[in-house]
């Protein structure tokens, strides 16, 4: 039996043991998305779209199809921290629904501040009531950073005033599963940024289980969906990296599978927006882009249904997916500070006048790039093993 025949059954037997399971829809997900104007062969496409993301073999095709039938069995509890509600929002506003955005519809989501209609004490006690009835089955996504200065005092919510600290302590023990969901549930984001009065950090900092981290401002719809399948299909944690990231997902640099890439390797940059390289499509590295230091799924998976991402419209990456980003990668539309980056930015301003080979480029930002990394590891920033 190879790997492959070891995760289809494994699969196989988690299909069956979810089926024994109450349903909690009337109707099923295929009458849910016919309903609202999805045919079963887009249906069969996402799936297999699930399958190539999360890079498996072809069959396990129908088995996410299957699995996605019976999302609704698991409840979900989703928790909001400090934040903006923008991981939220950019899963749920999208203009036309898409079987990403349906699949959350149809899943049991037991708690969601932004979504339920309950409020004050009701809300409280539907939360109550869930981590109790679902005790052990519940999967907890967490979205915003976790205050725990003055004993986690900045954050209170709920009519008895209680902490974000105590309340999410206390879902994640009987979790099946924790998801951090954005970077500032996975590392703090912008509320942990320099000096970070309120002592905010990641979900993982203040629970003693395991977090998987989904990071991104905002992470894409399929980091998400593609999380939730991976747990509801197999019931386990899959391939993480050092920052609990789900390899499948966060394995790539932007930079290496970047559409502008070729620009950069023959030395032709925007100098400035809007000018004839910017029309051009050319790198985007003076302008800012983080992508060399970024590891992250956008320039294949994109934004808005697959149809573009932050680079493709013009824009350089931010580094949004990487832990202390707001402190490490600024100025956000200027290249790292040339002592940080040993040397890539005086390489590329060469490049500019020298026009060096596309071969001597590459390998030469790769080196640096490493440097960097090695750099920042011994601080215990930005790095990659
Ligand atoms: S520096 Fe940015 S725009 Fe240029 S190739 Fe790398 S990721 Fe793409
Ligand atoms: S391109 Fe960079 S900044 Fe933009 S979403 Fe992806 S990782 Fe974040």
Known sequence: MNGFDALYAKAKDR??????????????????LEGRGIERRDFIKWAA????????????????????????????VWLH????????????????????SLIFDYISLEYHE????????????????????????????????VPTAMNGQYLT???????????????????????????????????????????AKGVDKVVSQSVINVPGCPPSASNIVGTLMHFLLFGTLPALDRYHRPKWAYGNRIH??????????????????????????WCLY????????????????????????????GHGCMGCSEP????????????????LVMGLNSTVDKIGTTLLTATLVGIGAHAVASIFMNKHDEKGGVSHG
């Open 256 to 281: 290496d599978l970047c559409e502008r890439r070729g620009h950069f390797d023959a030395g032709e940059f925007v100098e400035s927006f809007g000018d004839d390289g910017a029309k051009d499509g």
């Open 114 to 145: 932004t979504l339920m209609a309950a409020s004050g004490w009701q809300a409280e006690e539907n939360l109550n009531q869930a981590l109790k009835k679902y005790a052990g089955r519940y999967i907890l996504l967490v979205e915003g950073g």
């Open 81 to 100: 921290m400090a934040e903006c509600t923008g991981c939220s929002e950019s899963f749920i506003r999208s203009d036309a629904p898409t079987v990403d």
């Open 157 to 199: 919510m709920g009519p008895q005033g209680r902490t974000g600290l105590s309340v999410v302590t206390e879902a994640a023990k009987d979790a099946a599963a924790i998801f951090s969901i954005g970077t500032c549930a996975a590392f703090g984001g912008i509320q942990a940024a320099a000096p970070n009065p309120t002592g």
């Open 15 to 32: 299909i069956q043991a979810l089926s024994e399971l109450p349903s909690f829809k009337e109707e099923s997900i295929e009458q849910m």
């Open 286 to 313: 003076k302008q800012g882009c983080k992508g060399p230091y970024t590891f992250n799924n956008c320039s294949t998976e994109r934004f808005n249904q697959h149809v573009n991402w932050p680079i493709g419209a």
């Open 324 to 339: 202390d980003f707001w402190d490490t990668m600024g100025p956000l539309e200027k290249p790292i500070d040339s002592h």
């Open 49 to 76: 779209g699930i399958t190539a993301m999360l890079a498996l073999p072809s069959q396990f095709t129908p088995l996410f199809a299957e699995a996605a039938k019976m999302a609704d069995r698991i409840p979900l």
